[in-house]
């Protein structure tokens, strides 16, 4: 059986991935991983939804969509941020550590 917990798993990731990751660039992470991925994906579905609940043919629709747009790009670009600030945190408290 396998002894490793969550913390375990997460540190070996950040030991692992992160380096390759963190070797790209903070912009490329926050455009990538926030705004496209992240932002992209919770618009989609804000906007399926949003559309869903209001139907096509509401005025207002076109305001929500282009709010719901602003809000998942500022969410996405505010998850990468912080995202990448707590594994660099993760990361440099390891790496100190294997340090003699």
């Known amino acids: 059986m396998n002894n490793t917990g969550p913390n375990d798993r997460a540190q070996r990731w950040v030991l692992e991935r992160w380096p390759a990751i963190r070797a790209r660039g903070f912009a490329r992470f926050l455009l990538i991983k926030g705004l ?3 932002g992209g994906i919770m ?3 804000m906007g399926a939804l949003t559309t869903y609940r209001l139907g096509t043919d509401n005025p207002r629709l076109p305001l929500v969509i282009g709010l719901a747009a602003l809000l998942c790009a500022i ?3 505010v998850w990468a941020s912080l995202t990448w600030w707590i594994n660099e945190r993760i990361f440099r408290s390891l790496t100190s550590d294997q340090t003699p």
């Open 75 to 77: 969410g996405g670009l």
């Open 36 to 38: 496209l991925v992240w």
């Open 43 to 45: 618009f989609l579905v």
